[in-house]
């Protein structure tokens, strides 16, 4: 499992820890882990660590401070290193005292024949876009093609919200200390490496699957298990206009699990043609039993279709509700709030903004958009509402109410190959089905959101027939192999 943590955690953790250390210790403890990560970086690049060039990008305070001291580590290891001082007056004095007597050099700017940049001009303190001098030096960087290491975050990029308003630094790695933050998962940091400074961190409720996490709770059929036992799953998708939303939705819930599924709805002949193993009836009160429902997809927004979603979420039965039946759901809030039963809502940017806008009327329009700050928008929803809210996007964030906990799971997707015509309707059948088997709202919806985007780069990564490099069918074909590689 992940854990992300704030910046004020992290610097809470760092206190006692500076209070009883030397002065200095933790610091070349975390430039020495740095120092370790650029050594790995050029050998994977160049073949080679001696010899090479690498220059410190130097800001104020301890960032820049990391970063000389993990020059002066690699001048130990024969390597040439150079750094531009963008303060010099407010540099780091031990840490400038030591790279200089290790044979560093201060140089007025980045050489184009450099094998690596060090970004250390702000930390997990700093905000907002690259100053004029460090925006200057870092696009001279990135004209010359180099590879940048960032210190903690790269520079430009906020520490909570990942976003980027101006000049940031682009890291093809980034060498964090102590614990993960939520730019690590919310932005474009390169590859991330951790290291162990010896933090005594508390409990953090900003979570993420890894594989592990997520074969772990993945349903497998027990000895004694049969059809019924192992969830089945309803599924209120589709119509005339929209049929083959019913037969994604359908075909991602049978991937997904071994468990029966029931679909309900006017496109049963077109769902059955493509998944005869599931049993179709022509309205949810004449489905039969189920486990969980799915709504919405393709449902249209007639009366028919908030019927549908009325009966769903009128149910004791787990439910979630995407695309028309969260258009429904907007303008007929009282369907949700106040429900007991676990519900999960799966919202792309405009549909957030639908529902955020009857939830608190007052910002209504743009104003209901998540903005920059995703993960506070999802927490804000999730409690308006009392359901899970899953906010799609290149990074997914799902948060629970908090009277559930108030646990919210990123999940990066890796590449945008899921922003395709129909892959939530994909998304929606996957969870339906595990929400079916019995898993908790908040971890369904996270454990599907991670198979779906290995699902999709899968896709990507496999030429197959198609003439197209995904699309939302062959996301589904790929749900089994992305489990299957857990």
């Given amino acids: 499992m992940r854990h992300y943590y704030t910046a004020d955690a992290i610097r809470g953790a760092e206190a006692p820890l500076l209070a009883s250390l030397p002065d200095g210790v933790l610091m070349r403890r975390a430039a020495y882990g740095l120092a370790t990560a650029i050594a790995a970086e050029l050998r994977s690049r160049t073949g080679a660590v001696a010899g090479r060039h690498v220059c410190a990008v130097v800001g104020s305070g301890d960032n820049g401070g990391d970063a000389l001291w993990s020059a002066t580590f690699l001048r130990r290891r024969g390597v040439a290193a150079t750094a531009v001082l963008l303060n010099p007056d407010h540099t780091h004095p031990a840490a400038l005292a030591a790279f200089r007597a290790a044979g560093g050099r201060v140089v007025p700017a980045v050489a184009p024949a450099t094998d690596l940049v060090i970004d250390g001009v702000v930390g997990i303190s700093g905000s907002g876009p690259l100053r004029p001098a460090a925006a200057e030096v870092f696009a001279s960087v990135d004209a010359a093609g180099i590879p940048v290491v960032a ?52 409990p953090t409720d900003l979570l993420g699957f890894d594989a592990a996490d997520v074969k772990a709770r993945w349903p497998k059929p027990g000895a004694r298990d049969d059809k019924y036992s192992q969830g089945v799953t309803g599924i209120l998708a589709g119509s005339s206009t929209y049929p083959g939303a019913a037969i994604l939705c359908t075909g991602a819930a049978v991937a997904t699990t071994s468990g029966m599924k029931r679909y309900a709805g ?73 429900r007991q039963a676990p519900t999960v809502l799966t919202p792309h940017a405009g549909e957030f903004a639908r529902l955020a806008g009857a939830a608190w009327p007052a910002t209504s329009g743009s104003g209901a ?60 059948g996957m969870i339906g089905a595990l929400l079916a088997s019995g898993l908790p709202p908040t971890e369904a919806a996270a454990a599907a959101a991670f198979v779906h985007a290995r699902a999709a780069n899968a896709s990507a990564a496999d030429p197959g027939p198609s003439p197209v490099p995904t699309s939302a069918s062959r996301i589904l074909g790929h749900i089994r192999q992305a489990v299957a590689t857990l």
């Fill in 151 to 202: 210190v903690d975050i790269p520079s430009g990029v906020d520490v909570h919200t990942g976003a980027i308003t101006g000049p940031a630094v682009h890291a093809a790695l980034t060498v964090t200390f102590g614990g993960l933050k939520p730019v690590h998962a919310l932005a474009d940091c390169g590859r991330v490496e951790l290291v162990d400074i010896g933090l005594d961190l508390p």
């Fill in 266 to 338: 006017s496109a049963a002949a077109e769902v059955v043609s493509h998944w005869p193993e599931v049993v179709a009836a022509p309205s949810p009160q004449a489905a039969g039993r189920v486990q969980a429902w799915v709504v919405g997809p393709g449902l249209g927004t007639d009366e028919n279709a908030l019927a549908a979603v009325t009966f769903a979420l009128g149910t004791d039965l787990p439910v979630i509700v995407d695309a028309d039946g969260l258009t429904i759901l907007a303008a007929h809030l009282q369907l949700v709030q106040g």
């Fill in 369 to 428: 958009a998540p903005g920059e700050d995703r993960i506070a928008a999802t927490r804000r929803l999730a409690d308006a509402l009392g359901a899970t809210v899953l906010l799609k996007g290149n990074v997914t964030v799902i948060a629970e109410p908090r009277t559930a906990g108030a646990a919210v799971f990123l999940n990066p997707a890796g590449g945008a190959w899921a922003a395709t015509a129909g892959s939530g309707d994909v998304l929606s």
